[in-house]
């Protein structure tokens, strides 16, 4: 079955608004990108030509035409929220991470370290594993 093409065909105001993108402001340079490979596009240019004048990759450049296409313009050059991945400790290990490591260390210890709070979080089974890393950025950001 041969792949569908997505033809470009911007309007004189969709053309202008790209256009506009370019003069002033701040935009994101993915944006930016979508904007060149649209004016590319409705020029008429292949996914290779384009590809190779604005450096990117191949699958940008499919993704980018399928979705004005089929969704329109904005949403050709938007960017999907990335949700990132599940929190390790949720309030209330946060919470007790926190009085840990505001309570007395480890006898043989003059303080805490991180990895001491990671293996203690585990082993008393507030988490079934957790890095250094973790617990330093939770601190980080809660003390």
Request: a positive charge; aromatic letters at 6%.
């Amino acid at each position: 079955m041969p792949n569908k093409i997505y033809i470009v065909n911007l309007t004189e105001d969709e053309r202008t608004y790209l256009l506009n993108l370019f003069k002033g402001g701040k935009h994101a340079a993915r944006k930016l990108n979508r904007a060149r490979i649209l004016l590319l596009a409705d020029e008429g240019k292949t996914d290779e030509a384009i590809e190779e004048i604005l450096h990117i990759g191949f699958s940008t450049v499919g993704r980018t035409r399928k979705k004005f296409v089929e969704v329109g313009l904005e949403y050709a050059l938007s960017e999907l929220p990335r949700p990132g991945g599940e929190r390790k400790l949720k309030g209330k290990q946060e919470a007790f991470l926190i009085a840990l490591a505001c309570s007395s260390p480890p006898s043989g210890r003059n303080t805490w370290t991180m990895q001491l709070l990671a293996d203690k979080l585990v082993e008393l089974g507030t988490v079934d594993s957790i890095s250094d890393e973790t617990v330093r950025r939770v601190l980080k950001k809660r003390c």
